[in-house]
């Protein structure tokens, strides 16, 4: 069964204190991997797709990379408007049920404190 | 401005009544989709449409029905026999991105509280 587990389920940050947040997946054959952003009470942002092992895409202090078996958002220098829930999805070749499909994470609520 | 809407963005209905949620979008995509999400949970698929007049269940489509009549609507309700319907329920559409991969965009949500 293909899965997603993203690590921690929390995370407070000071100001300008740099992290990662992790996503880890089991799929087989993956078409893409999906990195959103939620605020509470509101809908996913899209972020980043990343398609192959060693992509990497950076978005202002967002950094987003892949491994064969996980990716990391790298967040540098993190200011309080970057607090959010950080929510990882793959999408597979041959999913059942069709081809677009997306498995979701759980998510990651990060807080920046001043 | 291009995007997905959905309404209303806060819903209240008694239990044994079926309720409708609207998803509207202008960004020209073929397929859509609604997910729900409970607290500590991942989102989950109900149903997703990828061409009018045609849809396929998702992972947890019991008590839940869908149409898609027109490319812009994907309208979902929610009848009496779905057991839990407390929930954000999230339209979504995807484009074809680059390597074939597709990039799904979201709705603002529904919250729906069933008493």
């Known amino acids: 069964e293909d899965q997603v587990t993203q690590s921690p389920e929390a995370l407070r940050l000071q100001e300008g204190e740099s992290s990662s947040l992790n996503c880890s997946y089991t799929v087989s054959g993956l078409r893409g991997l999906f990195w959103y952003r939620q605020d509470p009470g509101k809908g996913p942002e899209f972020l980043f797709t990343?398609?192959?092992a060693g992509e990497e895409k950076e978005k202002e202090r967002l950094k987003a990379t892949l491994t064969k078996k996980e990716s990391f958002l790298h967040i540098t220098a993190p200011k309080p408007e970057d607090s959010a829930t950080y929510l990882c999805?793959?999408?597979?070749?041959?999913?059942?049920?069709?081809?677009?499909?997306?498995?979701f994470g759980k998510g990651t609520k990060l807080t920046v404190n001043p | 401005d291009g995007g997905i809407t959905q309404s209303p963005k806060y819903l209240f209905r008694k239990e044994g009544q079926n309720v409708t949620l609207s998803c509207e979008q202008n960004?020209?995509?073929?397929?859509m989709y609604w997910y729900r999400q409970d607290p500590g949970q991942g989102l989950r698929l109900i149903y997703y449409?990828?061409?009018?007049?045609?849809?396929q269940k998702g992972d947890i489509a019991e008590g839940y029905s869908v149409s898609r009549e027109k490319k812009e609507s994907f309208p979902l309700t929610v009848t009496s026999a779905q057991k839990n319907p407390t929930a954000f329920y999230l339209c979504?559409?995807?484009?074809?991105?680059?390597?074939?991969?597709?990039?799904?965009?979201f709705g603002p949500g529904t919250r729906l509280t069933v008493t």
């Open positions: 449409s990828q061409i009018v007049n045609d849809f």
């Open positions: 999805a793959v999408q597979a070749f041959g999913f059942q049920g069709g081809s677009e499909k997306l498995v």
């Open positions: 990343l398609y192959s």
């Open positions: 979504a559409s995807s484009s074809q991105g680059r390597a074939g991969g597709y990039e799904q965009y």
């Open positions: 960004l020209n995509h073929d397929a």
